[in-house]
């Protein structure tokens, strides 16, 4: 006798406990669901906002590579030019 209570008594906790799952896990899945969506969204935000103080149309240069000193010698920025002229060849 005890034993059928004991099982009586088991599945009627077990199906209440399944009764407040299906109703409240949903809800606290959503509740979950937009803390994360708002902290994502100042996160996101944070990131954002220095982009966003630059005026539309604005350029800002980030690196300037150094300027390279070209090697010149004796003065002379190209190489050594030398005229020719062409010879024509009798055939």
Excluded at 60 to 75: C, R
Aim: charged fraction near 30%.
């Amino acid at each position: 006798m005890k034993f059928i209570q004991f099982l009586i008594v088991f599945f009627a906790i077990f199906f209440l406990v399944r009764l407040l799952f299906r109703a409240l896990l949903p809800g606290l899945l959503r509740m979950a669901a937009r803390k994360m969506s708002s902290q994502f969204s100042r996160q996101y935000q944070q990131y954002e906002e220095p982009a966003q103080q630059q005026k539309v149309g604005d350029v800002k240069v980030e690196y300037v590579p150094p300027k390279k000193k070209e090697k010149t010698a004796a003065g002379k920025k190209a190489g050594d030019f030398i005229e020719f002229e062409e010879l024509k060849t009798k055939k």
